[in-house]
Every structure is written in C-alpha cells, then in structure tokens.
T-cell receptor, first 118, second 112 residues
Framework: DQQVKQNSPSLSVQEGRISILNCDYT??????FLWYKKYPAEGPTFLISISSIKDKNEDGRFTVFLNKSAKHLSLHIVPSQPGDSAVYFCAASPPPMYSGGGADGLTFGKGTHLIIQP | DAGVTQSPTHLIKTRGQHVTLRCSPISGHKSVSWYQQVLGQGPQFIFQ???????GRGNFPDRFSARQFPNYSSELNVNALLLGDSALYLCASSFQGNYGYTFGSGTRLTVV
C-alpha cells in the first residue's frame, strides 16, 4: 500500500510558466515533508521541505504548500527553467523515535518526470 | 568539501552471490541511511544507522544487512542475490536522522 502517491508520472510545462507537482499521503503520522530532484546517473538532491506546523514554505523559485486536512502537498516552480527538467520525488517522514533519527526512514513517492519545453 | 561517496559505481553479480556496497558520509555526519531504487519507483528505505547503532530497518529480508564503522562510513551487504535485487542502491548521510539528508550518486547493481 503506497503511503506517498505522486499520481502524475510526467508533466510538460513551457519555459517561463509555472510548474505544479502534486503529492498525496495517507499516513497521519507523517509530520515532515520533502521534495527531491533527481537527474539521471545522480543521487536525489534536496530541494525544499516543510514541517506539518506550517502550510507554506518558500525558497527562491520553489514553494511548497501543505494541506494537512486533505493530506496533500504541492511544489510550485516559478518561473520554470530548462534546467528544472528532472524527476521530482515527494518524501515524508514520521517524527523521530530517537534523538539521533527516526526508525522508519523517508517514504518516497514514485516520482514525476518534469519536462520544461523551450 | 567531499559529498557522500559510494563505491563501486556499477557492478554485475550472478544470482546466489554476495555483494558489499560501501559509503562514506559527509564529514561530520553521524547518520547513514541506505535506500534501494528499482527502475520506475521511488527510493525505498532499507536501513538507518546513527552512531554505529541500527536505528531503523525497512521491509527487506534478512539477506540484507549493514553496519557502520567508528569513522561513520557504512557497508551494505546482500547475500544470496536474486534477479530482483537489481537496482540503484543509494546511501544518504545526515547530521541527524531524516532531516538534511545528502544522497550519494548510488551504486548500480545488476544481478544476472
């Protein structure tokens, strides 16, 4: 049973427009959410995160919105640039069980392949 | 500064063999986690270590094991390899737990 779902395998957006990537989760224990970007032959790179006590977090062109009641988060990229073409993963974490870290690791979605068209 | 380094980058093994994958975390990071990414899926959590102790284990069989050394580097071992173990194995380090992960580029394992 997938606890983190990214229902769009791919998304094509014109350069300069807004890209919106969506993510849904089912586990109410998740309290911290992250977005990663991945290029082929590289590991995932951290983009932005949000704690469950917030509903919005911004970092430059990237904004993450969290709707806890709907168990939904989204990543907005404005304006989209050609270098943004990559696979984007949504990930979620429960609260840590230990001072040194959680017991369950991150739960990832399957990813959305974002293609920025020139 | 060196990032998370993993070795080897690629390897090919035969069914039934054993494999050891290695990871060196970012200097100062005490937590190392391992993930398996099968083609078309997101990374799946295997293990998390902190200060040389196992702090978490995902839903993987006992053929998978890991350890963390005093210098915080880590090894992932997989015994009795199956074709389904073919995947990208990612190591991530952080100062603490699930926050602030930095991933390595991974080891691409192919089992034939």
């Amino acid at each position: 049973d997938q606890q983190v779902k990214q229902n769009s395998p791919s998304l094509s957006v014109q350069e300069g427009r807004i890209s919106i990537l969506n993510c849904d989760y089912t586990n109410s224990m998740f309290d911290y959410f992250l977005w990663y970007k991945k290029y082929p032959a590289e590991g995932p790179t951290f983009l932005i995160s949000i704690s469950s006590i917030k509903d919005k977090n911004e970092d430059g062109r990237f904004t993450v919105f969290l709707n806890k009641s709907a168990k939904h988060l989204s990543l907005h990229i404005v304006p989209s640039q050609p270098g943004d073409s990559a696979v984007y993963f949504c990930a979620a974490s429960p609260p840590p069980m230990y001072s040194g870290g959680g017991a369950d690791g991150l739960t990832f979605g399957k990813g959305t392949h974002l293609i920025i068209q020139p | 500064d060196a990032g998370v380094t993993q070795s080897p980058t690629h390897l090919i093994k035969t069914r039934g063999q054993h494999v050891t994958l290695r990871c060196s975390p970012i200097s100062g990071h005490k937590s190392v986690s391992w993930y398996q990414q099968v083609l078309g899926q997101g990374p799946q959590f295997i293990f998390q270590y902190y200060e040389k102790e196992e702090r978490g284990r995902g839903n993987f069989p006992d053929r998978f094991s890991a350890r963390q050394f005093p210098n915080y580097s880590s090894e992932l071992n997989v015994n009795a390899l199956l074709l389904g173990d073919s995947a990208l194995y990612l190591c991530a380090s952080s100062f603490q737990g699930n926050y602030g992960y930095t991933f390595g580029s991974g080891t691409r394992l192919t089992v034939v």
